[in-house]
């Protein structure tokens, strides 16, 4: 029997069997382009991760109310209108184009969108313990109101103190009443307002504001006064004199209008009064400096 009709016979299931040859070159080749085709595919889906992770990520756009959108084409767009800001960039938005009629810049022109980390300070009651008395180093005090005493009277006030620590006080009372016995004095006095750098250097201004000014507009005076009682000359009563004075700020910044309060003590006559006074405290920088 020849191998053709063993294969035949084979195929018929008839007669002596024989196996068909196996392609195996076939199958290999097979195999070999699936794994290849499962490689670029595993590869391209890397590449294409990296490439993500390396971009950049988009940040989502955010409206501001209250600030005007400087990419608009309307030259005076609604004012409800917004700026488009990119969430929790530090980035600050770009002003608007400065018009040809405005000669300065307004904070306005310079939005900026709030951020999440963002802290004011006037919430959390933060003070640098100063209220403007850096601002400059003299301090004048115009004052006037009414003194209490067994000679009443009105009259005027003016201080002048060095970075509201040291300076002098000077105070002029009249009284128009006939039968006063004292018809008008004057005082000047060193005066001196020990607890507001000592306070400061320690960091013990911690506000509020109204309160750190109060405690160190404590003063301590020294001097003399002259006097005109009734039926002589000015000056034929004089003497020494020292005094205690205390402030509350009304603006609680250290210039602007202050309530005072001075009690006096004459030493040969130990005659007490107390001076009440509504005055301003303006700041300047001494000419000479």
Excluded at 199 to 222: M, N, T, V, Y
Excluded at 232 to 240: C, H, I, P, R, T
């Amino acid at each position: 029997m020849t191998d053709m009709d063993l294969s035949s016979a084979s195929r018929r299931g008839t007669g002596v069997f024989r196996p068909a040859r196996f392609g195996f070159g076939g199958e290999v080749r097979r195999l070999s382009f699936v794994a290849t085709v499962l490689l670029c595919s595993v590869w391209s889906s890397v590449a294409a991760a990296q490439a993500t992770d390396g971009a950049p990520p988009e940040e989502p756009e955010v409206d501001v109310p209250g600030v005007r959108d400087p990419t608009g084409d309307d030259a005076e767009p609604p004012p409800k209108t917004t700026w488009k800001y990119p969430e929790g960039s530090s980035k600050p938005v770009p002003p608007p184009e400065k018009s040809g009629t405005d000669d300065h810049w307004n904070q306005g022109d310079y939005p900026v969108a709030p951020l999440e980390t963002e802290v004011d300070p006037s919430l959390l009651g933060f003070t640098d313990g100063v209220y403007g008395r850096f601002d400059g180093d003299l301090v004048l005090g115009l004052n006037a109101g009414a003194r209490f005493a067994p000679d009443q009277g009105y009259g005027g006030l003016l201080s002048l103190h060095d970075f509201s620590t040291v300076g002098l006080v000077t105070a002029f009372v009249v009284n128009p009443d006939d039968d006063a016995a004292e018809k008008s004095s004057l005082s000047v006095e060193l005066d001196l307002r020990p607890l507001f750098l000592p306070r400061w250097l320690l960091d013990l201004e911690q506000g509020p504001a109204w309160l750190d000014l109060f405690i160190d507009s404590l003063s301590l005076g020294f001097g003399g006064y002259w006097a005109k009682p009734s039926g002589q000359e000015f000056g034929d009563s004089s003497g020494l004199v020292g005094s205690v004075g205390i402030g509350l700020p009304l603006s609680g910044a250290a210039e602007g209008f202050w309530l005072r309060a001075r009690g006096s003590r004459r030493f040969d006559t130990e005659e007490h009064s107390v001076f009440v006074t509504l005055g301003y405290d303006l700041l300047f920088v001494a000419p000479w400096l």
